[in-house]
Nanobody, 124 residues
Framework: QVQLVESGGGLVQAGGSLRLSCAVS????????MGWFRQAPGKERELVAG????????SYADSVKGRSTISRDNAKNTVYLQMNNVKPEDTAVYYC?????????????????WGQGTQVTVSS
């Protein structure tokens, strides 16, 4: 069974930066596309960023494009999300997710395995 554990959330001031990490175990990491989602209270879960199996392809939601970078280290079975110039509207629970390689990493429906989430709060 694939397990995903996020870390790196917390309280950050607007304009600052944060780096989320997600450690994956229980499967062959390179066989998965990876994504970061977020969900704010009262809102639908949003696919923030996705990455293909080797990091050669990435996608971003318009809401974070230009100030976020998703990356992965297949040797460490870890995917990252770097966010710069964070805004109060970035406040949400952030989830790491995995989907089968070969499926579109930009599609919400690709993702089958989920972490428990990490809270990110951006203060103004």
């Amino acid at each position: 069974q694939v397990q995903l554990v996020e870390s790196g959330g917390g309280l950050v001031q607007a304009g600052g930066s944060l780096r989320l990490s997600c450690a994956v175990s229980g499967g062959t990491f390179s066989m998965y596309v990876m994504g970061w989602f977020r969900q704010a209270p009262g809102k639908e879960r949003e696919l923030v960023a996705g990455i293909n199996w080797n990091g050669g392809g990435t996608s971003y939601a318009d809401s974070v494009k230009g100030r976020s970078t998703i990356s992965r280290d297949n040797a460490k079975n870890t995917v990252y999300l770097q966010m710069n110039n964070v805004k109060p509207e970035d406040t949400a629970v952030y989830y790491c997710a995995a989907g089968e390689r070969g499926n579109p990493f930009w599609s919400h429906s690709t993702y089958r395995y989920w972490g428990q989430g990490t809270q990110v709060t951006v203060s103004s």
